[in-house]
């Protein structure tokens, strides 16, 4: 009975100590990104605090000539690379959605098994490349294709940033797509069968509407890897420091700019703040992504609960 005894307490003081460390993990990762927010607070904040810039100015000013001193008096305005970011984006949704829809309703509705199998690890496998390959591929192989084919000033441009970021986001949207397709019930495609309608009919006023919400995660993460997205599209956008006003012209982001001007910019000037400033940008609009994706599958089950 003693042996028994011991042997109990022993599992509930290996019980405890496991419960702490895992707790301490979890709070220690949770901890992490907040650590980083603080941090990039701390240092991107010092553009309005130290050298007096307005949040307007910062946001709505085309004209980027900080000071690289620590007496200030450039000028901190960053909307031609939050300008190129939001076009490179948006640009890479337009050209990649179509092909993610496409391929996650085939490989949900249409293809056999087999073929399920052999197509969903090779879309996965894009994931694992690094993105230096991405870059390396664009600027050796899009670049001069795209040249040919357009009547271009530069051989950088906006539209080869767009098409090297729609190939990478290309996997998270279709796997996140085809996830939401396939949970949809199977009832529900055999009620629209039943009722008359043809496959086409299932899948764009049944499946699609009620995986809606699984697949606008998947389109904001996309947004979300897009936006932070740096050495792939600074190798091929061309890093010129304008408004984007064509496709076929280089611009600039704000990955391109901080990756690019931060190694060279002195420490504690103005230049160096403005950097940071970006990076703090860059987290807030991380976070925003995240809480819209919390949001919307909120949302969604709310939904499925009514009905």
């Known amino acids: 009975m003693n042996r028994l005894q011991k042997a109990i307490a022993r599992a509930h003081r290996n019980d405890r100590t ?11 990762m949770a901890l992490v990104p907040i650590l980083i927010g603080l941090f990039l607070f701390y240092r991107g904040t010092d553009t309005f605090t130290l050298f007096h810039h307005s949040l307007a100015e910062f946001l709505f000013s085309g004209v980027w000539s900080p000071s690289d001193t620590a007496e200030g008096g450039g000028k901190v305005g960053a909307a031609m690379f939050i300008t190129g970011s939001l076009a490179v984006c948006l640009l890479s949704l337009v050209l990649t959605l179509p092909f993610s829809m496409a391929a996650a309703i085939f490989m949900t509705e249409i293809a056999t098994p087999q073929a399920r199998r052999l197509l969903q690890p090779a879309i996965e496998l894009f994931t694992g490349i690094p993105s230096v390959v991405y870059g390396f591929v664009g600027l050796t192989v899009l670049i001069p294709f795209l040249k040919s084919i357009f009547p271009m000033p530069f051989s950088f441009s906006l539209l080869a940033a767009g098409i090297v970021l729609a190939i990478m986001i290309f996997p998270t949207i279709t ?37 809606k919400g699984g697949i606008a995660t998947g389109i904001i993460l996309g947004l979300a890897r897009a936006m932070g997205e740096a050495l792939a599209v600074a190798m091929v956008i061309g890093q010129m420091k304008v408004f ?40 807030l609009l991380s976070f925003a992504f995240i809480f819209l994706i919390h949001y919307i599958n909120d949302l969604a089950t709310l939904k499925g609960e009514r009905k």
């Open 18 to 28: 496991a419960k702490v460390l895992i707790t301490a993990c979890g709070v220690g």
């Open 175 to 211: 796997t996140m797509s085809a996830d939401a397709l396939a949970s949809v019930p199977k009832s529900w495609r055999e009620a629209s069968y039943g009722l008359g309608a043809t496959r086409w009919e299932t899948i764009a006023h049944v499946v699609i509407p009620a995986a």
């Open 244 to 283: 984007p006003k064509s496709l076929f012209l280089p611009a600039s982001t704000l990955t391109t700019a901080i990756s690019a001007d931060m190694g060279g910019a002195m420490e504690g000037g103005e230049y160096n703040a403005g950097l940071w400033t970006m990076a703090l940008l860059l987290f």
